[in-house]
């Protein structure tokens, strides 16, 4: 294992365990495009923001309004 794979390895390794709770078991037997998709950041201000509608349908469908 190169010293470079093995720095980013301990450094992903430790941000599982703080941010995510994993073991390093759980950690070694995610694989890259798990570990890609629980660490993207989504853009929410890509999407439209719900209108008035929307938000009082929502909110009557939960029971919150």
């Given at each position: 294992m190169s010293e470079r794979f093995a720095a980013g390895a301990?450094?992903?390794a430790g941000?599982?365990?703080r941010?995510?709770?994993?073991t390093p078991d759980q950690f070694w037997h995610c694989?890259?495009?798990e570990l890609a998709a629980i660490l993207?950041?989504?853009?929410?201000a890509s999407?439209?923001?719900l209108?008035?509608?929307e938000?009082?349908?929502l909110m009557e469908r939960e029971n919150n309004g």
């Open positions: 301990r450094r992903l941000l599982a365990t941010q995510f709770g994993w694989t890259p495009a993207t950041i989504e853009n929410p999407e439209d923001p209108s008035r509608s938000l009082a349908a």
